[in-house]
C-alpha cells in the first residue's frame, strides 16, 4: 500500500509541474546561464559503486559541457557518508519521503542525470524506481533535459512500469546493455546503447592498497583473494506504515528494518537461502585455501555487506573484514586493485578491480554481473546466488583464477578498453542532447577524437588503452 501511495504522489507531482510549466510557471535555461543539472542518485549510503559512477558521471560530463558551462548538484541521503566525494559539486539532502523534495528541488534546475543502475527494476526496491522515474518524469514535463545515464532496466511490477512508459517517453535512457535497451523500446521510451560510468574510476595509488592489505596482516607474497558478498536474499526493499508504527512501539522488526518506513524481504524461506549462500561460500573458500596458500579478505563495497562479510570471517576462523563504513571509494578500490583473485556478488567489486586486471568470478543475484561476464566471456566464472550447487562451482572457479589468471587478465583489459570506447560514445550522445534541448548552450566545436569524450584518463588506463585497442 506504501509503494502504492509513493508511486501515485510521484505521477500527481509530475502532471501538476506539466500543468504548472504550460501555464507559464518555472524558468528555463537562457544563453549565458550555466546549466544547472541535477544528479539523482543513491548516495551518501556508502554504496562503493553507487558513489563510483556518479563520481565518473560528474567528472566525465564537466569535462564535455565545460566546467566554466555548468552548475552541479547531486542528491545524498547522508552528507557525512558522501563528505569528500564530488568535487566542485552542491550536496541536496534527498529525504526517505521524497516526492515533496521531487517536487521542489527539480524545478530549480535546468535538468536531470538521473544515475542509479538499476534504475527501471522492481528486484531491489519499488521506491527506488519511482524516485528515479519522478526526476526523470518532472524534467520532462518541464521540456527540460532528461536523461538517465548508465541506467539498467528488469523486471517492474505493472503499475511503476506504467510509470515508466508514460513519464519517461520524452527522455533519454543510455542503457549499459542491449537487454536493457529492449525492455525499454517496448515501453517506448528513447534509448541508447551505453555502459557503467565506473570504468574511469581513478583510486588511491596502489601502494596504499597494499599498506592496506600488510596492517591486516598480509605477508606481502601471499595471493589474496577479496571476497564481497551480499544478502541476496533480502531484497525487494518495501515501505511498510503499520510495520514501521509497531517497529517504533515495540521494537519489532529491527532485523529487517531498513531505513525510514522501508524494510527488507525477511522470512524462513529468506534466512534459509541465505545461510546456504553463506556456508557454501566459507566452505569454497576453505577447501580452496587447503589447497593453495591464499590470504583472504572480505570486503563490504556497501555498509549493508558488513553483516555477511562478518559472518563468513567466522566460518573462516576471523579473516580481516574492510567496509565502506571504514573507507571511502578511493581507499576501498585501491584495496580491490591490490588484490590477486576477487569472487563477489557486488556488480561494481568487480568492475573497479578490472582496470587492475584482477582475475574475478562472480556470483549473481541478477542479470548486471551475468552480462558482464559473458561480456567478458567468461561464463565458466560466472554462478547464481541460489544454486543448490554453488560449493563446488565456486570451488572450481577459484581454481581456475589460480591457475588461468593471465588469460583471464587479459580478456578483462580487453573488456575495459571496449567499455571505456563505449563509455565515451555515452558522452557523445549527452552532448548531443545538451544541444537538442538547448540550441544555443554552447558545445564544443570542431573534431574531437573518442578520448576526449572521457574525463581525463590515468596513466594506468592510458597504458591499457595502448595495450588492447
Keep these: 500500500m506504501m509503494d502504492f501511495i509513493l508511486e501515485a504522489w510521484v505521477s500527481a507531482s509530475i502532471e501538476k ?19 544547472k543539472l541535477l544528479f539523482a542518485g543513491y548516495n551518501g549510503t556508502r554504496n562503493m559503486g553507487s558513489d563510483a559512477r556518479v563520481e565518473e558521471m560528474l567528472r566525465q560530463i564537466r569535462h564535455i559541457l565545460g566546467a566554466q558551462n555548468v552548475d ?24 526517505d519521503i521524497f516526492p515533496p523534495f521531487l517536487a521542489r528541488e527539480v524545478p530549480k534546475h535546468h535538468g536531470v542525470v538521473a544515475c542509479e543502475g538499476s534504475m527501471f527494476k522492481s528486484k531491489f526496491a519499488n521506491a527506488l524506481t519511482t524516485m528515479m522515474i519522478g526526476s526523470l518524469g ?9 536523461v538517465g545515464y548508465g541506467a539498467e532496466a528488469g523486471q517492474m511490477d505493472p503499475l511503476v512500469r506504467k510509470m515508466c512508459c508514460r513519464f519517461c517517453k520524452n527522455s533519454l535512457i543510455i542503457t549499459r546493455n542491449e537487454e536493457s535497451r529492449t525492455i525499454l523500446r517496448e515501453l517506448g521510451v528513447p534509448t541508447e546503447l551505453g555502459t557503467d560510468t565506473a570504468w574511469t574510476f581513478e583510486p588511491h595509488p596502489a601502494e596504499y592498497g597494499q599498506k592496506t592489505l600488510r596492517n591486516v596482516g598480509w605477508d606481502g607474497k601471499t595471493p589474496v583473494l577479496a571476497v564481497c558478498p551480499i544478502n541476496p ?26 531505513r525510514g518506513p522501508y524494510f527488507h524481504n525477511s522470512g524462513p524461506d529468506a534466512t ?17 585455501c587447503k589447497q593453495r596458500k591464499v590470504f583472504v579478505v572480505m570486503v563490504a563495497t556497501e555498509r549493508l555487506d558488513a553483516r555477511p ?37 557486488r556488480y561494481h567489486g568487480i568492475v573497479t578491480s578490472m582496470p587492475g586486471l584482477v582475475p574475478s568470478a562472480g556470483i549473481t ?35 581456475k583464477l589460480a591457475t588461468d589468471g593471465e588469460r583471464i587478465a587479459e580478456a578483462i583489459g580487453r573488456t575495459v578498453v571496449r567499455n571505456l570506447k563505449v563509455m565515451a560514445r555515452m558522452g557523445v550522445y549527452f552532448e ?25 584518463l590515468s596513466t594506468g588506463l592510458k597504458s591499457l588503452v595502448e595495450a588492447y585497442s
Design 17 to 35: 509541474s506539466k500543468a504548472a510549466w504550460m501555464l507559464g510557471k518555472g524558468k528555463p535555461w537562457q544563453p549565458g546561464e550555466k546549466l
Design 72 to 95: 552541479f548538484s547531486a542528491m545524498t541521503f547522508n552528507f557525512e557518508r558522501s563528505r569528500g566525494y564530488f568535487e566542485g559539486t552542491t550536496q541536496v539532502r534527498l529525504p
Design 138 to 146: 518532472i524534467a520532462a514535463a518541464e521540456n527540460k533535459l532528461s
Design 233 to 258: 536474499f533480502e531484497w525487494p526493499v518495501k515501505a511498510s506504515v503499520a510495520k514501521l508504527a509497531i517497529h517504533s512501539l515495540t521494537g519489532a522488526y529491527k532485523g529487517e528494518h531498513y
Design 272 to 288: 534459509r537461502a541465505y545461510q546456504q549462500y553463506l556456508t557454501a561460500i566459507a566452505r569454497a573458500v576453505d577447501a580452496f
Design 309 to 345: 562479510a562478518n559472518r563468513i570471517s567466522e566460518q573462516l576462523g576471523g579473516v580481516p573484514v574492510l567496509t565502506s563504513e571504514e573507507y571511502n571509494i578511493y581507499e576501498l578500490v585501491s584495496v580491490l586493485r591490490a588484490c590477486h583473485m576477487m569472487a563477489s556478488s
Design 365 to 399: 543475484m541478477d542479470e548486471r554481473i551475468r552480462n558482464l561476464m559473458h561480456e567478458r566471456g567468461h561464463a565458466d566464472l560466472l554462478m547464481n546466488v541460489d544454486d543448490a550447487d554453488l560449493e563446488p562451482k565456486l570451488l572450481a572457479a577459484l581454481e
Design 432 to 456: 548531443e542532447e545538451v544541444q537538442r534541448r538547448y540550441p544555443e548552450f554552447p558545445t564544443r566545436r570542431g573534431e574531437w577524437s573518442w578520448e576526449d569524450y572521457l574525463p581525463p
